[in-house]
């Protein structure tokens, strides 16, 4: 059964940048388009990236563009979120996630099996 686990998050100032790493375990995530989702509090979850199977193609949220960038290494079985340029408002907890069926999508409900998340601060 697919495990996902997050790590790499963390406290960091504004105009900063954190890399979370995801790693699966369990069964190979090579075939699964993966996402990068973000829940600050109050708020409900949030797409961030979405990466396809066998890597190459992405898609993004709006807050993520141009400052996120979604990759993955299949032989080793992780998926990270390089975060650049981050603000108060990326704070959140960050969660991997492997998608039901194929395509780019960052609906939640496309997703059907979740790490536990890591945790986010963007503070000065």
């Known amino acids: 059964q697919l495990h996902l686990e997050e790590s790499g998050g963390g406290t960091v100032e504004p105009g900063g940048s954190l890399t979370l790493s995801c790693a699966a375990s369990g069964a190979s995530i090579s075939s699964k388009f993966m996402g990068w989702f973000r829940q600050a509090p109050g708020k409900e979850r949030e797409g961030i990236a979405t990466?396809?199977?066998?890597?190459?193609?992405?898609m993004y949220g709006a807050s993520a563009k141009g400052r996120f960038d979604v990759t993955r290494d299949n032989a080793k079985n992780t998926v990270s979120l390089q975060m650049n340029s981050l603000k108060p408002e990326d704070s959140g907890i960050y969660y991997c996630?492997?998608?039901?069926?194929?395509?780019?999508?960052?609906?939640?409900?496309?997703?059907?099996?979740w790490g536990q998340g890591t945790q986010v601060t963007v503070s000065s």
């Open positions: 996630a492997a998608r039901m069926g194929t395509g780019l999508s960052l609906r939640e409900s496309d997703y059907n099996i």
């Open positions: 990466i396809s199977a066998i890597g190459g193609t992405e």
